[in-house]
């Protein structure tokens, strides 16, 4: 059974940074590619970053881009997400979600549908 498991949420000003980890276990973690969705309160969720399976390609929602950055260390089962410069409107919940099956080394995936996994989700509040 494939359980994720985020941490690193929390409350920080405008302009700070966090860094969200996603610890996979289940599967062979190498095999499938990631990706962050959030979801602020009264909205749907959204997709904000993703990762191949490699971890050589990565897509980011215009809304973060430039300022968020995610990584995959498959030797350590993890998955993560280094947001700087944040900003109120990044105040939301954070899941990370694995993919339902395995893809070419380079492909990305950004459609919420393809995920068949999910962790249970790490808060992010900026705010002063």
Same mark, same amino acid.
């Given at each position: 059974?494939?359980?994720?498991? =985020?941490?690193?949420?929390?409350?920080?000003?405008? /302009? #700070?940074?966090?860094?969200?980890?996603?610890?996979?276990?289940?599967?062979?973690?190498?095999?499938?590619?990631? #990706?962050?969705?959030?979801?602020?309160? #009264?909205?749907?969720? =959204?997709?904000?970053?993703?990762?191949?399976?490699? /971890?050589?390609?990565?897509?980011?929602?215009?809304?973060? $881009?430039?300022?968020?950055?995610?990584? $995959?260390?498959?030797? $350590?089962?993890?998955?993560?997400?280094?947001?700087?410069?944040? $900003?109120?409107?990044?105040?939301?919940?954070?899941?990370?979600?694995?993919?339902?099956?395995?893809?070419?080394?380079?492909?990305?995936?950004?459609?919420?549908?393809?995920?068949?996994?999910?962790?249970?989700?790490?808060?992010?509040?900026?705010?002063?």
């Amino acid at each position: 059974q494939v359980q994720l498991v =985020e941490s690193g949420g929390g409350l920080v000003q405008p /302009g #700070g940074s966090l860094r969200l980890a996603c610890a996979a276990s289940g599967r062979t973690f190498s095999n499938y590619a990631m #990706g962050w969705f959030r979801q602020a309160p #009264g909205k749907e969720r =959204e997709f904000v970053s993703a990762i191949s399976r490699s /971890g050589g390609s990565t897509y980011y929602a215009d809304s973060v $881009k430039g300022r968020f950055t995610i990584s $995959k260390d498959n030797a $350590k089962n993890t998955v993560y997400l280094q947001m700087n410069s944040l $900003k109120p409107e990044d105040t939301a919940v954070y899941y990370c979600a694995a993919d339902r099956s395995p893809r070419s080394a380079a492909t990305v995936v950004a459609t919420e549908v393809a995920y068949a996994y999910w962790g249970q989700g790490t808060q992010v509040t900026v705010s002063s």
